[in-house]
C-alpha cells in the first residue's frame, strides 16, 4: 500500500529524479510523503531515514530554503555517523549536503570544515577519483568558500583603510 516502506524508499528517488529536472516543489511534496512514512516504520535515526532527510534538505537548498535545510542534514549526520560510522561514503554525502547549504546560508568557514571532512573520507579511506562528482561537489564548494572569505577580507580593509583615511 502507499504507507509501505518500499513505496517511501521509491517515493526518495522519484524526488531526487524531479529535483534534478529543476521541479523543486513537486520534489519537495514527494519527499516530505517519503520522510513521513520512513520515519514511522523504521524510527527517525533509521539510515533510509537519513537519506529522505539528505534528499529533502538538497531540495530544500535549492528552493532558497537553506535555514530549513541545515537542521535536517545535522540530524542525518547524526544518524549516519551512528550507524555508518564518521568515516562512511554516506556519512560524506551528507556532509557535501551539509556544506552547500552552509555556503547558502552565507557561513563559508563551516562549509569548509564540512567539504574539507567530505574530501578526506572520500579519497583518503575510500580512494574515490578528483573526477568523481561528489569529489567535484566538494572542491567547488571548497572553491567558493576561499571566495567568499577573500571578498569578505577585502571588503573589511576597504571599510578599515576608508576610517583612516577620512578626516576626523
Not at 529524479?17 to 517519503?34: C, I, K, M, P, S
Not at 535555514?67 to 557535501?96: I, N, Y
Request: aromatic letters at 8%; a neutral charge; charged letters at 20%.
Amino acid at each position: 500500500g502507499r504507507d509501505h516502506w518500499q513505496v517511501a524508499a521509491s517515493l526518495v528517488y522519484l524526488g531526487e529524479a524531479l529535483n534534478e529536472l529543476g521541479h523543486f516543489n513537486d520534489a519537495q511534496t514527494v519527499l516530505y510523503r517519503a520522510l513521513q512514512v520512513l520515519e514511522q516504520h523504521f524510527g527517525p535515526t533509521h539510515w533510509r531515514t537519513a537519506e529522505a532527510l539528505d534528499s529533502l534538505a538538497h531540495t530544500l537548498d535549492r528552493l532558497g530554503a537553506a535555514d530549513q535545510a541545515q537542521p535536517l542534514l545535522t540530524r542525518a549526520l547524526q544518524s549516519k555517523e551512528q550507524q555508518f560510522g564518521p568515516s562512511h561514503p554516506q556519512v560524506a554525502k551528507t556532509l557535501s549536503y551539509l556544506a552547500a547549504v552552509f555556503i547558502s546560508l552565507q557561513q563559508p568557514r563551516m562549509a569548509e570544515e564540512q567539504a574539507q571532512r567530505a574530501l578526506l573520507i572520500l579519497q583518503e579511506k575510500y580512494s574515490y577519483p578528483d573526477d568523481h562528482p561528489r569529489v567535484r561537489s566538494c572542491r567547488q564548494v571548497l572553491t567558493t568558500a576561499h571566495c567568499m572569505q577573500q571578498n569578505f577580507v577585502k571588503r573589511s580593509l576597504s571599510w578599515l583603510t576608508g576610517l583612516f583615511e577620512s578626516p576626523l
